[in-house]
């Protein structure tokens, strides 16, 4: 995530690079072997169902039993393998994400009202009736999740939601992803992880339901799955390695900065770590304050690597070009450590979830303590859309309903675009409607004789 020499340009006032990354330009890029991969193994659980999930399993998540599902006596107990105060910090998280979600349904309204009179149209939201729900337990299990996408589905009304996590606790399910789904209202969850956990949920091979919908972050090969998978099941975003970036001023404290960059790009080497600041100071000191705290840090391989290859600071001359700079990165958590906090609210448009002022952090958020959803979008998706809500779980569906009384308002104006169309099986629609109340409307338009097709017009 770095701003190219193109973008440099289409920047007003100018921007300085402190600090370039040393990857490529884009660590989100699809790779042609994951492609192949995916695709093989989504090919083989479809025409093999079950028994190639099973194998996949056994091969790629070290599985040996012969039921995916986790016992409800395993997820009930789930809690009391976990310590008290990390289970206090699930109850929490999970509860001020179910508020959050529940704040955004209060104000998706349904509503009906009439257009003109006689016709009166109106929109309803309906949940998604299947879920899918993926919950990542790699090097790091990420315990939130569950609150971002079981949570909030449940919040949304989806009456059914299969949860998958990969045993990767001495071959069972990490105890305490567990406890996440459960208190955020999994019901059934089971031990797979992967792109054969995508394959069994859209394929309906778990629990007979097909999934309508996935949902929940996971590596390369789940992204990819996931997007093989788009079109046949609806998905929340395709997300890439996780991204963060800083927008500072020179209130903003070099050791904040350092500490808030190195907190995502412990996610993994792939992470961007972007600032872009008004600070000669700041541009200067937080590279070394960086490389201060990565001395003491025990994620340092990682972070390290992703500050290396994918970590860059730039140089603004003024807030407007730093704001302008940020737009073209939309990245997927910006912080703004900056003064007059409203005006960075309005100026900035494109990034996946925004955090104003030091009191603020990204991290914050990633443990589903500050109530948003952390599904968000990367690689610049943040451009032309948002991240999972509990609106990503309700269709928007529209209807209409018409009086007899409304009908010339509609179908004159319909014969006439359909007619110019040469759409006549359009025309006939309408057209037979202004019949049926022509003999009680003299003002209506007259019967017609129906042509055959367009060329005898």
């Known amino acids: 995530m770095h701003l190219t020499d193109r973008d440099k340009r289409r920047v007003h006032g100018g921007i300085g690079v402190v600090k ?7 660590p989100a890029e699809r790779d042609p072997a994951v492609v192949e ?11 093999e169902g079950m028994p190639a999930v099973l194998h996949y399993a056994a091969e790629l998540d070290g599985f040996t039993g012969h039921d995916l599902l986790v016992p409800p006596a395993e997820l009930d ?3 009391d393998q976990v ?8 109850d929490t998280g999970a509860d001020r994400t179910r508020r959050f979600a529940a704040m955004q349904r209060e104000r998706l309204q349904d509503f009906e009202d009439e257009v003109v009179p006689g016709v009166v149209c109106g929109q309803r939201f309906v949940p998604v009736q299947n879920v899918g729900a993926y919950l990542p337990a790699g090097r790091f299990p990420l315990l939130a999740s569950a609150f971002m996408t079981v949570g909030v589905a449940r919040v949304a009304g989806v009456p059914n939601i299969v949860a998958c996590t990969p045993p990767s606790h001495r071959g069972r399910p990490h105890p305490a992803v567990l406890y ?9 969850v089971y031990a797979v992880g992967g792109v054969q956990a995508l394959a069994a949920m859209a394929f309906g091979l778990l629990d007979g339901e097909p999934a309508d919908m996935l949902v929940g972050a996971g590596n390369a090969y789940v992204a990819e799955a996931k997007r093989q998978l788009y079109g046949r099941v609806g998905i929340d975003v395709l997300a890439g390695p996780s991204e963060v970036a800083v927008l500072a001023d020179d209130t903003a404290d070099a050791a904040v900065v350092a500490a808030d960059l190195l907190a995502q790009a412990e996610h993994g080497p792939t992470s961007p770590a972007c600032l ?5 100071r700041l541009a200067h000191e937080v590279p070394r304050e960086v490389e201060k705290q990565l001395a003491g840090l025990a994620t340092r391989e990682i972070a390290g690597a992703a500050w290396r290859d994918h970590g860059s600071v730039y140089l603004a001359p003024d807030r407007e070009t730093a704001a302008a700079a940020m737009d073209l990165l939309a990245p997927e958590h910006l912080e703004v450590l900056a003064e007059d906090l409203d005006w960075w609210l309005g100026a900035l448009h494109n990034y996946g979830s925004l955090f104003l002022g030091t009191w603020s952090t990204v991290v914050y958020a990633d443990k589903g303590m500050s109530g948003t959803n952390h599904v968000l979008p990367t690689a610049r998706g943040a451009t032309h859309t948002g991240g999972l809500s509990v609106a990503g779980f309700l269709k928007q569906l529209t209807y209409q309903r018409a009086t007899r009384e409304a009908t010339r308002t509609q179908a004159e104006p319909t014969v006439a675009v359909s007619d110019f169309e040469a759409l006549v099986g359009h025309r006939d629609s309408a057209q037979i409607r202004l019949d049926m109340i022509g003999a009680d409307d003299p003002e209506s ?10 060329s005898t017009r």
Do not use: F, K, N, W
């Open 180 to 188: 996440a789904a459960q208190v955020s209202g999994a019901e059934a």
């Open 20 to 26: 370039e990354p040393a990857g490529p330009d884009c």
């Open 37 to 47: 991969t995916v695709s093989a193994m989504l090919s083989r659980i479809e025409r």
């Open 83 to 90: 310590p008290d105060a990390v289970r206090a910090a699930l």
């Open 276 to 280: 872009i600041t008004t600070s000669q």
């Open 445 to 454: 338009m007259h019967a017609y004789e129906r042509p055959t097709s367009p």
């Open 77 to 79: 107990r789930a809690g």
